[in-house]
């Protein structure tokens, strides 16, 4: 399970760096500029759009298949809720990645017909299910910590994973206003690699 589990965070950093926008730091913020990166780069832009769905997807059949694997009802019961929520993870993720495919098939003209009186908001999130996303993959980590704590799987580790997971959600909305979801894939990644070790 935990090297499964680090597929698929594996298959998450690919979509991250496959696609060109995402592997400049910081960000371009200049709405042309955005649009310029994405057109030169059609093939990694639509590759992290169809990657990211997938990857949500094949997390929550994961984590459903470690549920039944917990002894107790109740580690059995958190970890079900975990799967759940991921899979409303993936089903938020779908409208951002049909956004960014169409974003992708339309860059070139975009930038063809640019003006820079009128920019467009690109790469904005505006639309809440980013933030749904986000807050349904942390709550997911606690839920999934707290079951393997409680089924006493890595129970150190699990409850560091659950309080990270808190933490973050704090952070991302109360201080920075924002999350960058590399960053939950770091504590899936802790959580994989301890699975495997154990």
């Known amino acids: 399970m935990g090297i499964a589990l680090l597929s698929t965070v594996i298959v998450f950093m690919v979509g991250a760096f496959s696609a060109a926008y ?11 500029d955005k649009l310029t990166v994405i057109a030169n780069d059609r093939i990694g832009w639509t590759a992290q759009a ?7 997807l094949a997390t929550a059949v994961l984590f459903a298949l470690l549920a039944t694997q917990l002894p107790g009802p109740g580690p059995r019961w958190l970890a079900i809720a975990a799967a759940l929520l991921i899979f409303a993870g993936f089903l938020f993720w779908l409208p951002i990645s049909l956004d960014r495919l169409q974003l992708g098939a339309k860059a070139a003209e975009m930038i063809r017909t640019y003006d820079p009186a009128m920019s467009p908001e690109i790469m904005v999130n505006t639309s809440g299910v980013f933030w749904a996303n986000t807050l349904c993959i942390l709550a997911v980590l606690v839920l999934m910590g ?32 924002d999350w960058l979801p590399f960053m939950s894939y770091m504590i899936v990644l802790i959580l994989a690699v301890g699975l495997i070790r154990a």
């Open 146 to 177: 707290a079951a393997l704590a409680l089924a006493d799987v890595l129970p150190t580790l699990s409850w560091v994973v659950a309080g990270t997971a808190v933490a973050s959600a704090f952070i991302s909305i109360f201080i920075w206003g």
């Open 22 to 32: 995402f592997r400049q730091w910081p960000l371009p913020t200049d709405p042309l």
């Open 50 to 56: 169809i990657i990211f769905p997938v990857a949500f």
